[in-house]
């Protein structure tokens, strides 16, 4: 049973750091692209970082390039997110996705994923 679990959200000041974990399990990262979206209240889906699990090629949205890093361990089966310099208007649900054989681009730009997690809240705010 694939499942994705997410953890590391929370309450920061802006300029603020958050690391995301986002532990899978029920398949191997090696054949599937791995993202990071995110949805603030009355907005749509953003794609906000990819990576691919094979090769760890990237991917970031432009609004958060500089500022945020994904990374994996294929070992962990554990994809992360990494984000510095944060802004409120950073203030979302976070989500992380799988979907097998596609490209980083498809995946974040598209926003579709057949494996979803269930989100965590990050909210940047003094």
């Known amino acids: 049973q694939v499942r994705l679990v997410e953890s590391g959200g929370g309450l920061v000041q802006p300029g603020g750091s958050l690391r995301l974990s986002c532990a899978t399990s029920?398949?191997?990262?090696?054949?599937?692209?791995i993202g990071w979206f995110r949805q603030a209240p009355g907005k749509e889906r953003e794609g906000v970082s990819c990576?691919?699990?094979?090769?760890?090629?990237?991917y970031y949205a432009d609004s958060v390039k500089g500022r945020f890093s994904i990374s994996r361990d294929n070992s962990k089966n554990t994809v992360y997110l990494q984000m510095d310099s944060l802004k409120p208007e950073d203030t979302a649900v976070y989500y992380c996705?799988?979907?097998?054989?596609?490209?980083?681009?498809?995946?974040?730009?598209?926003?579709?994923?057949?494996?979803w997690g269930q989100g965590t809240q990050v909210t940047v705010s003094s």
């Open positions: 996705a799988a979907q097998f054989l596609t490209t980083i681009q498809t995946m974040c730009i598209t926003t579709r994923a057949g494996y």
């Open positions: 029920g398949f191997t990262l090696d054949y599937y692209v």
């Open positions: 990576i691919s699990g094979s090769d760890g090629s990237t």
